[in-house]
């Protein structure tokens, strides 16, 4: 009833909706979100990530996924917001960058808090030591 | 034990000396300062400095906590906070390494302190006549930045970003946990507002540096003020709980 009503108001858009993908532009897609799912999890596996900050990797990899397995999705998307395929998929994955980014911004802080604070007590014990050791 | 311990330690009083790169001033500033206010403790916090700031307050024979990597002037006050705190100074008075604020009106900041019942004391160089009042487009940031403060704090300020301050204990306190990054001055008065705490001013003559450079010079005091107004802005939207945050173990007593 939905999408009817959105094609009555915007016809010349919804016949512009392609019914098919071609599918070698959802095997593009589901392989390069493939690839991030494999590169992250191998990365958590050597340690060299931590699961906490690879969590919206692998959400970013498993939503772009789902979006080029199942069309019916970004169909829906395309035919209620009028944006192509491709750009529907490149948004979202934009979407994701964001958040990771945002993520990181907010790691970084904290890093920049603990850091100082580190700095600041390593200088204190450093005072407090050499009192301790010229008053002996 | 403990409360012999603090009837000694009472009426203690440490001068913060923040300094980066001030070692041709920073000796003939620390003689003052013993020569105007012999009985406090002076502590520099020499904030990795790159020339003899370090070893030139050391041979004046006062405290000297030498900072691993630059943290600027924020950082570097709040780890003299730290330290005033751990020792169980009842007052702290800021004194900044480069010469600007003149030992002799420390005493008029401390007496302020008692008397006023506050737990700030800031000295405003536009209170008094005379004396440094720096530069026309500096003091045009100075004076927008206080009618923002003053209305925040609803109680006239006529000098919020000077340094040359005087803490009670539980201002030290507060500090010690939670004092802002750089160009910090401004920002913790409205930290103090907001955590229910006092300020008052007195005047004081503030003096051109000794040495050194100031770190806003040319366009940089538009920068700054426009800077200091969105941080105070942040600050107002933060919520503010009164919880104190342990400090970590180790540098404590």
């Given at each position: 009833?939905?999408?009817?009503?959105?094609?009555?108001?915007?016809?010349?858009?919804?016949?512009?909706?392609?019914?098919?993908?071609?599918?070698?532009?959802?095997l593009?897609?589901?392989?390069?979100?493939?690839?991030?799912?494999?590169?992250?999890?191998?990365?958590?596996?050597?340690?060299k990530?931590?699961?906490?900050?690879?969590?919206?990797?692998?959400?970013?990899?498993?939503?772009?996924?789902?979006?080029?397995?199942?069309?019916?999705?970004?169909?829906?998307?395309?035919?209620?917001?009028?944006?192509?395929?491709?750009?529907?998929?490149?948004?979202?994955?934009?979407?994701?960058?964001l958040?990771?980014?945002?993520?990181?911004?907010?790691v970084?802080?904290?890093?920049?808090d603990?850091?100082r604070?580190?700095?600041?007590?390593?200088?204190?014990?450093?005072?407090?030591?050499?009192?301790?050791?010229?008053?002996? | 034990?403990?409360?012999?311990?603090?009837?000694?330690?009472?009426?203690?009083?440490?001068?913060?000396?923040?300094?980066?790169n001030?070692?041709?001033?920073?000796?003939?500033?620390?003689?003052?300062?013993?020569?105007?206010?012999?009985?406090?403790?002076?502590?520099?916090?020499?904030?990795?400095?790159?020339?003899?700031?370090?070893?030139?307050?050391?041979?004046?024979?006062?405290?000297?906590?030498?900072?691993?990597?630059?943290?600027?002037?924020?950082?570097?006050?709040?780890?003299?906070?730290?330290?005033?705190?751990?020792?169980?100074?009842?007052?702290?008075?800021?004194?900044?390494?480069?010469?600007?604020?003149?030992?002799?009106?420390v005493?008029?900041?401390?007496?302020?302190?008692?008397?006023?019942?506050?737990?700030?004391?800031?000295?405003?160089?536009?209170?008094?006549?005379?004396?440094?009042?720096?530069?026309?487009?500096?003091?045009?940031?100075?004076?927008?930045?206080?009618?923002?403060?003053?209305?925040?704090?609803?109680?006239?300020?006529?000098?919020?970003?000077?340094?040359?301050?005087?803490?009670?204990?539980?201002?030290?306190?507060?500090?010690?946990?939670?004092?802002?990054?750089?160009?910090?001055?401004?920002?913790?008065?409205?930290?103090?507002?907001?955590?229910g705490?006092?300020?008052?001013?007195?005047?004081?003559?503030?003096?051109?540096?000794?040495?050194?450079?100031?770190?806003?010079?040319?366009?940089?005091?538009?920068?700054?003020?426009?800077?200091?107004v969105?941080?105070?802005?942040?600050?107002?939207?933060?919520?503010?709980?009164?919880?104190?945050?342990?400090?970590?173990?180790?540098?404590?007593?």
């Amino acid at each position: 009833m939905l999408s009817w009503n959105i094609m009555r108001v915007a016809p010349a858009l919804a016949e512009s909706v392609p019914s098919q993908i071609p599918w070698i532009v959802r095997l593009l897609i589901a392989a390069t979100s493939l690839l991030i799912l494999v590169l992250t999890v191998e990365l958590i596996r050597r340690e060299k990530l931590k699961e906490h900050y690879a969590l919206l990797w692998l959400f970013s990899g498993a939503a772009i996924i789902v979006l080029a397995s199942f069309p019916e999705i970004p169909f829906f998307l395309m035919r209620v917001t009028g944006i192509f395929y491709l750009t529907i998929i490149f948004f979202a994955a934009f979407l994701f960058l964001l958040l990771i980014v945002l993520q990181y911004s907010t790691v970084i802080s904290q890093l920049f808090d603990q850091n100082r604070t580190l700095g600041q007590t390593l200088a204190l014990l450093e005072e407090r030591l050499r009192r301790l050791e010229t008053t002996k | 034990m403990k409360a012999l311990l603090g009837c000694l330690l009472k009426h203690r009083v440490l001068i913060i000396v923040p300094a980066y790169n001030e070692a041709e001033g920073i000796g003939s500033l620390l003689d003052e300062l013993h020569e105007h206010v012999p009985e406090a403790h002076v502590v520099v916090i020499d904030d990795a400095s790159t020339d003899r700031t370090a070893s030139v307050a050391g041979e004046k024979g006062v405290k000297v906590i030498s900072l691993p990597f630059n943290l600027g002037i924020g950082g570097a006050v709040q780890t003299g906070f730290r330290y005033a705190w751990n020792e169980g100074y009842e007052s702290a008075v800021q004194v900044d390494g480069d010469g600007q604020h003149p030992p002799e009106e420390v005493p008029r900041l401390l007496t302020a302190l008692e008397d006023g019942k506050v737990d700030v004391v800031v000295g405003s160089r536009f209170l008094s006549s005379g004396g440094h009042k720096s530069t026309f487009s500096r003091r045009l940031g100075i004076r927008i930045l206080n009618s923002v403060v003053s209305s925040i704090l609803s109680q006239p300020v006529t000098d919020c970003t000077s340094g040359f301050r005087a803490y009670g204990r539980k201002a030290i306190g507060f500090f010690a946990t939670k004092y802002p990054y750089d160009y910090p001055e401004p920002e913790a008065l409205v930290l103090l507002k907001k955590a229910g705490f006092s300020a008052g001013e007195v005047p004081v003559f503030m003096r051109d540096r000794l040495s050194g450079k100031s770190s806003i010079q040319g366009w940089k005091p538009f920068y700054y003020m426009i800077k200091v107004v969105l941080a105070i802005l942040v600050d107002l939207l933060k919520p503010m709980s009164r919880k104190k945050k342990t400090l970590p173990a180790g540098a404590r007593r």
